[in-house]
């Protein structure tokens, strides 16, 4: 069976995380979140999470080449050769070049790109009431603010790069979460 290989893009707060799990079960297909991958390696204590912790804490990106090595490892693993949905990655023009040659390093290419749309006022809303919830660090109003004008300056440019491959799907993420997922469903079939 032909698996996707997907990225997931879109602005912190689109509900990326949430969407990306739902779809790589429907999908069967490992979800990989960088942001995950970082808050667990901050959470035990390595020396990668040491390193992500002070970026992730002033929501400024993790360096590319830090991300790039950590995202090329996953990437090797066996449970991604078929197919994989990558949340989080890429965000910056390096790092789409550093997929770019995992990828043709593997004769592999990408399937879909999916942009998941989100209106500003409504992030904010529901990543601050995501800081109450999950008292996640990063959660904060200042940092909040700070996260999604990395995400305008470095990672919104890649629509283009992406739309002008011919790889781009936009989908709403406004809306109910059940809905959300079917309609990022129908935007893949
Ligand atoms: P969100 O999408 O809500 O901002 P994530 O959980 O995807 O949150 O990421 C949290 C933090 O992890 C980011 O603010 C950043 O510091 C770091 N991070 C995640 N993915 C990347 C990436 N591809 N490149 C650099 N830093 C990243």
Avoid: C, W
Wanted: aromatic share 4%.
């Amino acid at each position: 069976m032909t698996r996707v290989r997907l990225i997931l893009l879109g602005p912190p707060g689109a509900g990326k995380g949430t969407q990306a799990a739902r779809l790589a079960e429907r999908l069967d297909v490992p979800a990989i979140s960088t942001g995950d991958i970082f808050r667990q390696n901050v959470s035990d204590g390595t020396e990668l999470g040491q390193l992500a912790q002070k970026y992730m804490d002033a929501g400024e990106y993790v360096p590319d080449e830090v991300t790039n090595h950590m995202v090329a490892a996953r990437l090797a693993q066996p449970d991604a050769a078929d197919g994989f949905l990558l949340d989080g990655y890429p965000r910056t023009a390096a790092q789409v070049d550093e997929l770019d040659s995992i990828l043709a390093a593997q004769g592999r290419e990408l399937s879909h790109v999916v942009e998941l749309t989100a209106d500003t006022d409504e992030v904010v809303q529901r990543l601050l009431a995501r800081a109450q919830d999950q008292g996640r660090a990063d959660d904060t109003e200042s940092v909040i603010r700070r996260r999604l004008e990395v995400y305008a300056e470095q990672t919104a440019p890649l629509v283009d790069v992406y739309s002008q491959r011919g790889l781009l799907v936009q989908v709403d993420g406004m809306g109910a979460v059940d809905e959300v997922t079917e309609r990022l469903s129908t935007a893949l079939a």
